[in-house]
């Protein structure tokens, strides 16, 4: 059986390197409980392991389990599931924005952001997760400012933010 086409186990190597990845952004310690699988586009899944279970010859699918992020050439970027279900076990990058900033980031705008560092962060508003964004500094010769960088999908943007 197997996993679908184009789908495969994270070896002892990868998940290692995924984990460390994980360490150096997030603070996260350990996932012991957590099984990884990546498609070809780098994109990496959580599953149980008893999808080895599933006969997936009769079934037309992509991919499977929960999608937790992907490989960038500057690190690991979570998704919106990813930063939601990191949240509550990440020790650094996680940052808090105010309501103001939470409709500009609901509506997929970046944010003008005051710090430093040049990574991945996990957005938070109070106890919700809002997703995973990026500290980017400025750009040589350009007259802007650090700003945090939007990553929520155009499809789940918002248009009107309700309060």
Do not use: T
Request: net charge positive.
């Amino acid at each position: 059986m197997g996993l679908p086409p184009g789908n495969w186990f994270l070896n002892s190597k990868d998940r290692k390197r995924l984990l460390q990845a994980l360490q150096e952004q997030f603070g996260v310690e350990e996932l012991p409980w957590a099984v990884f699988v990546q498609n070809a586009k780098g994109k990496v899944y959580v599953v149980n392991r008893d999808v080895e279970r599933v006969d997936y010859e009769s079934l037309r699918i992509d991919s499977i389990g929960l999608y937790l992020g992907a490989w960038q050439a500057d690190g690991f970027r979570l998704s919106m599931e990813g930063s939601q279900l990191l949240a509550p076990i990440a020790s650094r990058n996680v940052v808090e924005v105010d309501g103001g900033q939470r409709r500009s980031w609901l509506k997929g705008e970046d944010l003008p952001w005051q710090g430093s560092g040049n990574e991945f962060v996990i957005v938070r508003h109070g106890g919700d997760v809002l997703g995973c964004g990026k500290v980017r500094q400025p750009r040589v010769g350009k007259d802007e400012g650090v700003v945090l960088l939007n990553y929520v999908p155009k499809a789940r943007r918002l248009v009107v933010v309700n309060e």
